[in-house]
Antibody, heavy 119, light 111 residues
C-alpha cells in the first residue's frame, strides 16, 4: 500500500525560500520516478517537476525553472523540493505523486502541504 | 505548455449521463494514448479515475468511462450519483521536457 506524506509547508515572504519533503512508504521508492504537482487556492492542478529514480534526469515547468530544485534520497525514501525566490504566484497546495501501477498516470498522491507566499 | 481545455462546469440529474470534454493538441492528447482523468473533492487529493484513455483502476465504478477522438478526450459518467459531485481534471503525457499537462478542470454538479 503506497503511502505518501508531504511536509514543510508554511507561510513565507516574497523572495524567501522553503524546502518541502515527501516521505514514501509501502513501495520500493528507489524504483519510481517522483513528481510534484501543485494547486493554487481555487485553481486547477499544475504539474511542477519530476525526478527520475536515479536522479539523473529532472524536469521542471517553465515558471519554476532556476528557482526550484527537486531531489531525492533513496536511502531514506524521501523526495524534496527546494523552493527559492518565491512569489505570491507560488502559493498553492503541493502534492507529491507517482505512477505506481498505472502507466503515465498519477495513481498515488499524498494529502498535500500548503505553501503561502505573502508579506 | 498550455493547459488542456475543459468546460468550467457540467451538471446533471441523478441517474442521467454526462460527458466531460478535454481538448488538447496534436502534441499531447492527439499524440499519445496516455490521457488520464482525476476526481477531486474539496480539500482532498485527486483520485485517479481513468488512465490510458479508457482504463479504470481497481475500485472505480464502471459508470466512469473514457474515450478519445483526435485531440479531444472525453469522460462519461453514466447513472450520475450525488457522490459524483466534484471537480474533474484530465491530464495528458506530452513526451517533452514538460512531460505532463493538466486540464483546466470541470466542476460537476448533481442537481
Amino acid at each position: 500500500q503506497v503511502h505518501l506524506v508531504e511536509s514543510g509547508g508554511g507561510v513565507v515572504q516574497p523572495g524567501g525560500s522553503l524546502r518541502l519533503s515527501c516521505d514514501g512508504t509501502g513501495f520500493f521508492f528507489r524504483d519510481y520516478g517522483m513528481h510534484w504537482v501543485r494547486q493554487a487556492p481555487g485553481k486547477g492542478l499544475e504539474w511542477v517537476a519530476i525526478i527520475h529514480p536515479d536522479s539523473t534526469t529532472k524536469y521542471y515547468r517553465d515558471s519554476v525553472k532556476g528557482r526550484f530544485t527537486v531531489s531525492r534520497d533513496n536511502s531514506k525514501s524521501t523526495l524534496s523540493l527546494e523552493m527559492d525566490s518565491l512569489t505570491p504566484e507560488d502559493t498553492a497546495v503541493y502534492f507529491c505523486s507517482l505512477h505506481y501501477t498505472s502507466p503515465r498516470a498519477f495513481d498515488s498522491w499524498g494529502p498535500g502541504t500548503l505553501v503561502t507566499v505573502s508579506s | 505548455q498550455s493547459a488542456l481545455t475543459q468546460p468550467a462546469s457540467v451538471s446533471g440529474s441523478p441517474g442521467q449521463s454526462i460527458t466531460l470534454s478535454c481538448t488538447g493538441t496534436s502534441s499531447d492528447v492527439g499524440a499519445y494514448n496516455f490521457v488520464s482523468w482525476y476526481q477531486q473533492h474539496p480539500g482532498k487529493a485527486p483520485k485517479l479515475m481513468i488512465y490510458e484513455v479508457t482504463n479504470r483502476p481497481s475500485g472505480v465504478p464502471d459508470r466512469f468511462s473514457g474515450s478519445k477522438s483526435g485531440n479531444t478526450a472525453s469522460l462519461t459518467i453514466s447513472g450520475l450519483q450525488a457522490e459524483d459531485e466534484a471537480d474533474y481534471y484530465c491530464c495528458s503525457f506530452t513526451g517533452s521536457s514538460h512531460p505532463y499537462v493538466f486540464g483546466t478542470g470541470t466542476r460537476v454538479t448533481v442537481l
